[in-house]
């Protein structure tokens, strides 16, 4: 493939050439087609470098998650197809966050601030159990978060076979580099499985969500906390609710409201029984979001 877009006299292309040319025929397949911008990519591109330099850590502390990174720019990100959709997701969720967040006067929030992080004990005294519920799901936000305020993956909430994706080559990165007497490899299997195991007890964003939901009960309070959610511009409660609704997962139902036309919100958010009128202030939020994966292009 990289032959047949090679200029004349160029007989093997540079791997950059390659991969500028390939960009370019994509480009020319399809000239109206929007791409990503640069605040797009940087914020996709820094997802994905905090992930992986917290997955490099599940696999002990030897590992030079700055090196894996450098490499990995270098010679390509393996699993890249999977690993951009899950980074993309994050990314376009916190540009619309943060667009609402500069129309109220807000903040992002920082990890580690306890001004505005919701701790368990926090939690635990909540008056109800829709309360206590809500109140964890912001805690699993927050730590959608690092320290600060960038956008992360928590491993709790990407996808397991991605988790195992990455562990597994991280792993094969660091056999290439240091293994000279054999030894590593079960070292990093049982590390490898460890790390899983602890991904399946842990609890994130998806957890939350449905715990909330399910506190809500009736179908009246959920519709209710729901059109309150859009009022106050509380995107991740009402991602929750619908993800819970729809018994989808959480990154998947921000990225679908975040790519849907106006038309088919009311579609989407079926399950939580709003009516069209509780719906237009998040049309409305959504339409003022630049470069959204939508139709034609925004």
């Known amino acids: 493939m990289a032959d047949s877009l090679s200029p004349p006299g160029i007989d093997v292309p540079s791997p950059i050439l390659s991969a500028r040319l390939h960009e370019l025929a994509g480009f020319l397949g399809a000239p109206t087609a929007g791409r990503l911008t ?28 700055a090196a894996l990174w450098r490499d990995w720019l270098a010679s390509g990100i393996p699993g890249a197809d999977r690993l951009a959709g899950a980074c993309f997701a994050r990314a376009e969720e916190h540009r619309w966050r943060e667009q609402s967040a500069q129309r109220l006067g807000a903040t992002a929030p920082l990890a580690d601030d306890e001004a505005v992080v919701v ?8 008056s109800d159990a829709a309360d206590r519920a809500y109140l964890a799901l912001q805690i699993a936000d927050r730590r959608r978060f690092d320290a600060y305020g960038h956008p992360a993956l928590p ?11 990455l562990l597994l080559d991280i792993a094969a990165w660091r ?92 579609i989407l958010l079926a399950p939580l029984r709003l009516d069209r009128a509780a719906i237009a202030p998040l049309e409305a939020s959504l339409a003022m979001l630049p470069a959204r994966a939508v139709g034609g292009g925004a």
């Open 38 to 65: 640069e605040e797009q990519r940087a914020l996709s591109l820094g997802i994905a470098r905090r992930l992986v330099g917290d997955i490099a850590e599940e696999l002990g502390s030897e590992t030079d998650a």
């Open 119 to 126: 701790t368990p004990e926090v939690a635990a005294g909540a």
């Open 155 to 165: 491993l709790a909430d990407i996808d397991r076979e991605l988790l195992r994706a």
């Open 175 to 266: 056999l290439v580099r240091e293994d000279k007497d054999g030894t590593l490899a079960s070292n990093l299997g049982e590390a490898v499985r460890a790390a899983v195991s602890r991904q399946d007890a842990a609890t994130g964003i998806d957890r939350a969500a449905t715990d909330y939901h399910a506190a809500l009960a009736a179908p009246s309070a959920v519709a209710e906390a729901a059109a309150a959610a859009i009022v106050r511009q509380d995107w991740p409660a009402l991602i929750a609710l619908a993800a819970a609704a729809a018994q989808r997962s959480y990154a998947d139902t921000a990225l679908a409201l975040l790519s849907a036309e106006a038309a088919a919100l009311p």
